[in-house]
């Protein structure tokens, strides 16, 4: 007789009574609903906030330049271009931010003794972002940029012509000339320094594809830390030292596990509320329909069955408003972002999912105590009053 | 072991200094049809509650259908319910969120399996076969009092506890409401009527009064040709 059509009819009607109780107590829902979704939006915009903060940081660290040096290991040595380019391999991608060598060499202008520094420029920017260049970075052959002491003590400027004479590896004479295209200051020793392309220096002094150090910037946010790096390049390029820049990479990574904590803590402390917040709620709505579960109960529903009832609404509560709470807690982290950094976030995608899952489980959970006590009441207790 | 329906014992409900129900003792044979009427705050819906497995006696036993309520889980208290009691309350206790035909499906849906066009047939049996879409707030307390009528029936119950079923209805309602009554009686249900009313008494094979918590008395057939007699003067 309770054929399969029959029993399926039987779910389908349990299945719309929880919608009906949505959807036809409307201003209810509204109530409830906009508990769930506040505890949703400030949870998903704090975390993301929190994957966020480090990252900003991270990326201002990097302003303070290059966080390891590559050097040869036995004193006087030189990289050589396979050097560099197994250190360069051995690095994860996703972590580089740049890789920069430098070639140091005596040179005179004037009678006067000067070091120049060959380099590539567009390195240079990338490893050590707080160089401040006043007229251009070179561009072409030929130019170059010159400290800032330098160029007070010589009244070389942008447009100036330079001309730099040495001996090269053959110890011939050379003289070369060059138009400076920018000033540099950097607050450091470079400021005394004379900086043209690798490719100048190397037709200038006739020796090619030999460096004294490279500097090489890092992100130490998510995968390797600096020292499993710095190991790796010493396996994949015997001979070369990789040695850490000490002074930024001990506070970046210092702070770093302080925020770790925050975050943590933060994390936590959100979703405590959050919990308060929802089940507050849940309270006030099951606390409302005490005499509809004495009702339900008086016609014979087990208490499982009335508890899972209310469980599906607290669930399909919670993932409605864990979606709504994603949507506005983007919202939310991004004016936070904007105003505290002045930078927009990528927002975490994965983290919707993870939050409608949080949502619908804290709703749940938090139903789960008032439910219990409502159902366990005689039904008789509930049904008068009022 | 009594082959009564119902056996309710010395049965007292005592609320802090209130005596609801005082020494109650009771016994109803299968298919008869009781009614019980008394003053208000004379215990009558304490009583159905207590028969009715919503509520325990504070004192005293019942034993319905053979079996000693005191005895029961809460689990087995709610199976006798959905299997045996049908409950017309004396407050509808409609569900606000569901309409006519859902709030009499619901009790299908909790004793078995809902069967939509039955539900429909107990709502126009009541005269609401055009309210059946309507949400309890848009009906009248006459028609939601009906819904409550055609739920405690839907599902053909051994003992019916009618607590004031016809107390909002006109006289054509009240006798639709009656003629059910009757329907099921004929098939051998078993009923008890809370009623203020003497034309709904009239209606019964046995009248017990209730005063104070007390049976004041209990009158079968012939005894009962004047329910405005002395049993209803409080
Ligand atoms: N939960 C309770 N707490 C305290 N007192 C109660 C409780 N339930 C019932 N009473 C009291 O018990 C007495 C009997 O109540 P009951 O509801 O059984 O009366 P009744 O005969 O059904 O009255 P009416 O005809 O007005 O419906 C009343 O005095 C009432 O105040
Ligand atoms: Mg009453």
Redesign the pocket.
Same mark, same amino acid.
């Given at each position: 007789m309770a054929g399969k059509g029959t029993r399926a009819r039987n779910r389908a009607f349990g299945l719309k009574m929880v919608l009906w109780s949505l959807f036809r107590r409307r201003s209810r829902l509204l109530v409830a609903l906009t508990g769930v979704t506040i505890g949703a939006t400030v949870l998903l915009g704090l975390i993301t906030l929190c994957y966020d903060i480090p990252k900003q940081l991270g990326r201002e660290f990097r302003s303070y330049g290059a966080n390891m040096v590559l050097v040869k290991d036995q004193v006087g040595g030189r990289l050589s271009a396979g050097d560099l380019a197994a250190a360069r391999a051995a690095l994860p991608a996703a972590q580089l931010v740049g890789l920069t060598p430098f070639r140091y060499e005596a040179v005179r202008s004037h009678m006067l003794p000067y070091t120049a520094v060959g380099t590539g420029f567009e390195d240079v920017r990338r490893t050590s972002p707080f160089w401040r260049v006043e007229g251009l970075w070179p561009g072409a052959p030929g130019e170059a940029l010159v400290g800032v002491d330098v160029s007070t003590a010589t009244g070389l400027g942008p447009g100036s012509l330079l001309t730099l004479e040495g001996r090269d590896s053959r110890q011939v004479r050379y003289e070369k000339n060059f138009t400076v295209s920018g000033v540099v200051s950097t607050g450091s020793v470079e400021d005394g320094f004379i900086y043209v392309s690798l490719a100048d220096m190397e037709a200038m002094t006739g020796e090619s594809g030999l460096v004294d150090l490279a500097e090489v910037s890092l992100t130490t946010s998510g995968g390797q830390s600096l020292e499993e790096m710095a190991g790796a390049v010493q396996t994949a390029a015997p001979g070369v030292e990789a040695r850490l820049v000490v002074r930024v990479t001990r506070s970046e990574e210092t702070v770093m596990g302080k925020l770790t904590w925050l975050v943590y803590l933060v994390t936590l402390v959100v979703l405590t509320l959050t919990m308060i917040c929802v089940s507050t709620t849940m309270m006030t709505v099951v606390i409302e329909r005490r005499k509809e579960i004495g009702l339900k109960k008086a016609l014979g529903a087990e208490s499982r069955s009335v508890a899972r009832e209310f469980l599906g609404e607290g669930l399909l509560l919670g993932v409605l408003g864990g979606l709504l709470g994603s949507a506005a807690g983007v919202g939310f982290a991004r004016i936070v972002s904007h105003s505290v950094f002045g930078r927009g976030l990528s927002p975490e995608g994965h983290l919707v999912p993870v939050t409608v899952a949080v949502s619908a489980a804290v709703t749940v959970l938090a139903s789960l105590w008032p439910v219990r006590r409502a159902v366990d009441v005689e039904p008789a207790?509930v049904l008068?009053g009022e | 072991m009594s082959d009564n329906i119902l056996d309710v014992i010395d049965v007292s409900k005592i609320? @802090?200094p209130?005596k609801?129900l005082q020494n109650v003792s009771l016994s109803v044979r299968p298919g008869e049809w009781l009614a019980i009427m @008394?003053? #208000?705050? #004379? @215990?009558? &819906? &304490? /009583?159905m509650n207590i028969v009715g497995c919503l509520d325990s006696p504070s004192l005293g036993r019942v034993i319905l259908d053979g079996l000693g309520l005191d005895q029961l889980t809460a689990g087995e208290l709610t199976a006798i319910r959905r299997e045996a009691i049908g409950l017309i309350f004396?407050q509808f206790h409609l569900i606000g969120y569901l309409n006519a035909l859902e709030n009499v499906m619901v009790a299908q849906y909790y004793h078995s399996l809902v069967d939509e066009a039955e539900a429909l047939e107990a709502l126009a049996k009541v005269g609401l076969a055009d309210r059946a879409k309507h949400l309890p707030r848009q009906l009248s307390g006459g028609e939601q009092q009906r819904v409550c009528v055609a739920r405690a029936l839907i599902n053909h119950p051994k003992l019916l506890l009618a607590?004031?079923p016809t107390g909002n209805l006109d006289e054509t309602n009240e006798g639709l409401v009656m003629d059910i009554l009757h329907g099921l009686h004929r098939q051998g249900g078993t009923i008890i009527v809370?009623t203020?009313s003497p034309e709904v008494a009239q209606h019964a094979e046995r009248v017990v009064v /209730?005063e104070h @918590?007390r049976v004041a008395s209990d009158s079968r057939g012939a005894d009962f040709s004047d329910p405005s007699g002395a049993s209803q003067t409080a």
């Open positions: 207790a008068r | 609320y @802090g209130v609801a @008394g003053p #208000s705050g #004379s @215990g009558k &819906t &304490t /009583l004396q607590d004031e809370v203020h /209730l @918590g």
